[in-house]
């Protein structure tokens, strides 16, 4: 199609589309936390819910693990997750961040811009800026046919993201603004803050559409928004019609009235709604991020969300209220409705016995690359992005009735002497974290172990390096480490032995089992007996687990299961927990939903 920069316009208090008015009824679905499998299915039941559009946001982390090294194949190819939309009639928003917050480790920032020390994140640091602006030169060329100026379905393109929460460095917005123009982005812009006039202040940019992010109070919301656009459109870029869950936390969820009625107060305004989310999906492996607000919080595995489509891409409740009121909303009477999509099937396998183990202490060998340096560093010093790391350290001299203390620890540690375990430590245990490692005649090996529990996606405490600052006893720092980044991305080398014949003891242990099925349908694992850890099967990382909850069980899609041939299940256990077996059904322990 040739270049119509008339197609999708912003005139008039109005959005514009082919000279017609155009009302937006958007709904997020991340790409990135949906099997490519799965992304028809879900964008088919968008549409079937009455919404026009489909709003995603870029992961820059997943896109470039490594500096200069890009993916977007597979589960990254973001083109053609917008292709199957355009396919479907369905148009899109894009968020490209480079930051995207979303609950998404260091929301969405590569961790190995955190190896320079003196980094300085979402601002005019020059450092940050020139990575930013690579990314973009990779990202946006391939973004830039998908616009509808250019024969595709892109509506809008957003600068940053919800920066006004954050900070007030103008210059650095109007950097990235211009990199997406000189980038060839040629769609409207706009920014998304809260609905507070110093987030509005902080995060709006000349030229792009200012929106507001909120779950109700429509009517307060767009009063503050209207300073900015006084004549609109107004839109409400993120309604929360749900929220996610922290470890230890309760589950949350929204009764569907209450949404119905915040999103026609939205409408009934003036104004225009994108749905976060309108499927949540998965934080696939490491990727869940945390929060802290005085108490470092991680986010669970799910990122199910409460959303109008469960974790798997079922109906809900709420799925069938908010359909019915939009198709209300725009006058199309019930016999003109499209036919729902079949519901996502499920399957149960049953009890998987684990009948194999590899202890984690036994195989550093295969699963790390050890370096040394006088004090610890942190993860990403070494070259890290997520996982483990252990940090080695004898001692030499005799200790009399020593503790161990760890200075700025991140997240979760186990403290081992001579491969024993002496205690478990946590970030948010009180300054002077320690373990009593008693008298010790002969000096000994310490092994701190610390578990990478996300990094911080939102707010102040977002330099959120991995591993530990400075371990000591007493008031002596220890020096001159080796130390074993285990990114655990590659099992494939473990020695795995008859559960019987392996070791017993509290240190880490990998538990193997095989399973088969003749079915690629969803199904969840149940860790019942076991306390903390992961879940890989068929090499695919489904993320963490741990016994706190609310989320007890982890959903396998089953793109990843073979019908063909044996399935391999790898647990590991870091904290002593005890199963034979685990449990594959088509019953999930997430939480319980509302009405």
């Known amino acids: 199609m040739e270049k119509n920069d008339q197609a999708f ?9 082919n000279g017609e008015e155009f009302k937006l009824y958007s709904g997020a679905i991340h790409y990135f936390r949906t099997v490519p499998e799965d992304w028809e299915d879900r964008l088919r039941k968008l549409k079937a819910a009455g919404f026009n559009t489909v709003e995603t946001y870029v992961s820059w982390n997943l896109h470039e693990p490594k500096p200069g090294v890009f993916d977007f194949s597979g589960m990254m190819d973001i083109v053609k997750f917008l292709k199957i939309a355009q396919s479907l009639g369905i148009w899109a928003i894009v968020r490209p961040g480079p930051y995207i917050c979303s609950e998404w480790d260091l929301g969405g920032l590569p961790p190995w811009l955190l190896a320079d020390p ?24 391939m973004l830039a046919p998908m616009q509808i100026t250019q024969g ?77 656009e006084p004549e609109g459109p107004w839109v409400c870029m993120e309604f929360w019609n749900g929220w996610f869950d922290h470890w230890g936390g309760e589950h949350h969820a929204r009764d569907s009235k209450e949404v119905v009625q ?32 005085g108490k470092y919080t991680p986010t669970v595995t799910s990122y199910d969300d409460d959303a109008l489509l469960t974790e798997w891409g079922g109906y809900t409740p709420k799925y069938h209220a908010v359909r019915k009121a939009l198709f209300a909303r725009q006058g199309i009477p019930e016999a003109q409705w499209p036919v729902l999509p079949a519901e996502a ?30 004090m610890p560093e942190s993860m990403e010093y070494y070259g890290q992005n997520y996982g483990l790391i252990l940090y080695r350290n004898q001692l030499e001299a005799p200790q009399d009735n020593c503790e161990l203390l760890i200075d700025g620890l991140a997240d979760r540690a186990g403290v081992f002497l001579d491969g024993s375990l002496k205690g478990r430590l946590d970030r948010n245990d009180a300054y002077g974290t ?29 330099h959120d390096r991995k591993g530990a600052r400075q371990i000591r006893i007493d008031n002596q720092l220890l020096s001159h480490f080796e130390v074993f980044p285990l990114p655990l991305d590659d099992l494939s080398e473990l020695r795995f032995a008859p559960a019987k014949a392996a070791k017993k003891s509290k240190t880490p242990v990998f538990m193997r089992g095989m399973f088969s099925t003749t079915s690629n349908a969803d199904c969840f694992v149940h860790l019942d007996g076991l306390v903390k850890g992961l879940v890989f099967v068929n090499g695919n990382n489904l993320g963490r687990y741990w016994e706190i909850g609310p989320q007890k ?4 899609p089953g793109a990843w299961l073979k019908t063909d041939a044996p399935n391999e299940i790898i647990v590991l256990e870091l904290e002593g927990g005890s199963a034979a077996q685990v449990k594959i059904t088509d019953a999930h322990n997430i939480g319980k939903r509302k009405k």
């Open 118 to 141: 003196a980094m300085r994140l979402r601002c005019a640091y020059p450092p940050y800026l020139e990575r930013v602006r690579i990314f973009y030169e990779t990202l946006l060329p």
């Open 345 to 374: 099937p499920l399957q149960s396998i049953g009890a998987v016995k684990l009948t194999e183990q590899a202890m984690l202490f036994d195989h550093l060998d295969v699963l790390s690359k050890p370096q040394t340096s006088v």
């Open 553 to 556: 069980s982890l959903y396998l």
């Open 434 to 462: 320690k373990v009593q490692l008693g008298k010790l005649p002969k000096g000994g090996q310490i092994d701190v172990l610390v578990e990478a529990m996300g990094r911080v996606n939102y707010g102040p405490e977002l």
């Open 9 to 17: 316009r912003i005139a008039g208090g109005k959005f514009l589309l």
């Open 262 to 293: 915040a999103m026609n107060e939205i409408f009934d305004d003036g104004g225009f709604i994108n749905f976060y989310m309108f499927h949540g999906g998965t934080n696939f492996g490491y990727m869940a991020g945390a929060n802290h607000y």
């Open 152 to 228: 595709g379905n892109v509506l809008m393109v957003q600068v940053e993201n919800e920066y006004g929460s954050y900070g007030n460095d103008k210059e650095y917005l109007r950097y990235v603004d211009q990199l997406l123009k000189d980038n060839g982005i040629d769609v409207p812009t706009f920014t998304s803050d809260g609905g507070w006039e110093n987030m509005l202040t902080g995060g709006n940019v000349p030229g792009a559409l200012a929106t507001a992010n909120f779950g109700s109070k429509a009517a307060q919301n767009f009063g503050v928004l209207r300073k900015y």
